[in-house]
Nanobody, 117 residues
Framework: QVQLVESGGGLVQAGGSLRLSCAAS????????MGWYRQAPGKQRELVAR???????IFGDSVKGRFTISRDYVKNTVYLRMNSLKPEDTAVYYC???????????WGQGTQVTVAS
């Protein structure tokens, strides 16, 4: 069994910063990609950022230049640093972990990020 434990969400003023963490534990092996998606009310889930095993990163267009993603390969933890937050960043943020050759695809429970104007 695999657990994804997310932390770091909350309420912040526009222009502020937050850091999200997601730690994967349990029977997990050969992780390929770790990342974050978000879903705002009435909208589809969208990619925020992801980082592959080799360190390649991909960001959603709306967060480029403001968010960074990093990964601790020993702790199986992914971090999302969010700077210059905007009200439109308000959403539930979900951690995602994908195994090599798509052996598995796990989602976290989600953590709420609210940016007040």
């Amino acid at each position: 069994q695999v657990q994804l434990v997310e932390s770091g969400g909350g309420l912040v003023q526009a222009g502020g910063s937050l850091r999200l963490s997601c730690a994967a534990s349990g029977s997990i092996f050969s992780i390929d990609t770790m990342g974050w998606y978000r879903q705002a009310p009435g909208k589809q889930r969208e990619l925020v950022a992801r980082i592959a095993a080799g360190g390649t990163t991909i960001f959603g267009d709306s967060v480029k230049g403001r968010f960074t993603i990093s990964r601790d390969y020993v702790k199986n933890t992914v971090y999302l640093r969010m700077n210059s937050l905007k009200p439109e960043d308000t959403a539930v943020y979900y951690c995602n972990v994908v195994g090599e050759r798509l052996q598995y695809n796990y989602w976290g429970q989600g953590t709420q990020v609210t940016v007040a104007s």
